[in-house]
């Protein structure tokens, strides 16, 4: 932390009281800390091919603090994931294309494609389920009629 985020005053070292105004600065060290812990649980995620868990810390991290790096590896992250959710919808996998997107825009909820493609997604979901819901009912129906 560079300024007090109470007076402004500039900060030559991290302190637990700023030495200006006097706030306690401590629960804001530890928030960026915690932020750069979870930010680097996120890289590690990634790099071990576990996009979830990758997305889930980075969440963590973004919540506590809004770092240049955070926002950058979140942007390439949605950019990565986002290419694997349509590849969900065209091969008509709908639930887990809304499962990724769920996770995408707790990322990132202000993100308006991603909001609209949760949307659509959620749209293409409900019309199976309700085509197979129909089909389920004329099979029944048939079987019924049959006997």
Known sequence: MERCPCCNARLAEARQFCPRCQADLGSVLTSEKMARQWLS????????????????????????????????????????????????????????????????????????????LYGFTKYLLVKDIIKLSAQQTITIFDEHKSE
């Open 41 to 116: 649980k996120a890289f590690r995620f990634w790099l071990a091919r576990d996009p979830q868990m990758a997305i889930l810390a980075l969440t963590q991290s973004i919540n506590l603090k809004h770092t240049p790096l955070a926002l950058v590896f979140r942007d390439f992250i949605i950019k990565r994931e986002y290419r694997k959710v349509l590849e969900f919808l065209e091969k008509k996998e709908y639930k887990v294309a809304k499962e990724s997107l769920t996770l995408l825009r707790c990322l990132n909820p202000d993100n308006k494609l991603l909001r609209k």
